[in-house]
């Protein structure tokens, strides 16, 4: 059925399965960033990013090698807390964001 009219985001997500479960791991992967935010320094913070959750992983994107590296030290760290905080996360992935 086409519409003719505009409908918000919300509209279309609660007729639309897919678009849902899609918004809800939306939330899902930013809920995780903001629970490990304390946990990375504070000059990454304006540059990470919260990136797709499959099953089990979850993806950090980042803007450059060096952020990459240190993230790469913490996973252990940040694996631990999100499981104390009740996320079912197995691997952390890290990602480099393309230009």
């Known amino acids: 059925m086409r519409r003719h009219y505009a409908v918000t985001?919300?509209?279309?997500?609660?007729?639309?399965?897919?678009?849902?479960?899609?918004?809800?791991?939306?939330?899902?992967?930013?809920a995780r960033l903001g629970a490990i935010r304390t946990l990375v320094p504070a000059a990454l913070h304006g540059s990470l990013q919260a990136g797709p959750i499959d099953g089990a992983n979850w993806c950090l994107i980042v803007p450059n090698n060096a952020a990459a590296a240190k993230l790469r030290q913490l996973i252990p760290a940040l694996l631990a807390h999100l499981r104390s905080q009740g996320w079912d996360v197995n691997t952390i992935r890290i990602r480099i964001k393309e230009r």
């Open 9 to 30: 985001l919300q509209q279309a997500s609660e007729e639309a399965p897919k678009l849902a479960q899609l918004m809800e791991l939306a939330r899902d992967s930013s």
